[in-house]
């Protein structure tokens, strides 16, 4: 919408507007001392003494990756090309991001019975990474764009969704009651880091190799994923572990 009424520049400013409004009402009522802590971590103690956490954190740096970095710009601009509007662009991909929210909201309920564990995460990771692939090389046979992406998309948000869900719920399990604060923020911290490095390849990869090229690299991040999920143990095995230390 902002693409449409002011333009490229013109939503840069707006939204830095934005930002700017949230930042002085943030320095004026927040306390000085909130999240502050009383000793501050060095950078070899933000890695975590439970390896399970270091190597969930690693997939999930290249789950993020593999979203953006096909979702941010090459689809956008991609979708652009075919005669999409700004506006149409821009509500399509926000109705994708409330159905993402909504599914992963839901996605406790399909672990209730079962809770996930390591082998969870590599079938959850390997099932997405079939996706993006087929999309690609659907389009690369010349089948009709626009429904090979729509339905694309929506499968997979929903096991996008369903695996974000699950790495949440393994982050929680693993993590020390005294640490889970430090622990949960490193791994969000990975988040952020597969979502920075996907979001800028994501427009390097688009001029050089186009939408598929992007699609292609989506499905090595998930197969990263999934290769470093193989260090994630099994609920019988992450419960012997816990017996022993304990």
Not at 139 to 150: A, D, K, N, R, T
Not at 219 to 244: C, D, E, Y
Request: aromatic share 12%; hydrophobic share 55%; proline share 4%.
């Amino acid at each position: 919408l902002l693409l449409a009424l002011i333009g490229f520049r013109g939503a840069l400013w707006a939204l830095a507007g934005m930002l700017a409004v949230v930042l002085v009402v943030a320095i004026i009522l927040l306390p000085r001392n909130l999240g502050r802590s009383k000793a501050k971590p060095k950078f070899q103690q933000i890695f975590s003494k439970t390896a399970e956490i270091n190597w969930l954190s690693a997939a999930r740096f290249f789950l993020f990756g593999a979203r953006d970095v096909w979702f941010v710009i090459g689809l956008p601009v991609f979708l652009s090309t075919l005669g999409w509007s700004h506006t149409e662009v821009g509500g399509f991909l926000a109705l994708w991001i409330i159905g993402y929210g909504l599914v992963q909201a839901a996605a406790p309920r399909l672990f209730r019975q079962h809770p996930p564990d390591g082998i969870s995460a590599r079938l959850w990771a390997g099932l997405l990474a079939l996706l993006p692939a087929a999309i690609a090389i659907a389009l690369s046979q010349g089948i009709q764009p626009e429904g090979v992406l729509i339905i694309g998309l929506a499968l997979f948000g929903i096991v996008f969704a369903i695996n974000s869900a699950l790495h949440s719920y393994l982050i929680l399990l693993y993590s020390d009651r005294d640490k889970v604060a430090l622990n949960i923020g490193f791994y969000y911290m990975a988040n952020a880091g597969g979502r920075l490095i996907g979001t800028v390849l994501s427009g390097w990869i688009y001029q050089t190799q186009g939408l598929i090229g992007c699609l292609w690299w989506s499905t090595g991040f998930v197969l990263l994923a999934v290769v470093l999920s193989l260090r994630l143990p099994s609920n019988a095995v992450w419960q012997t572990r816990r017996q022993i230390v304990s």
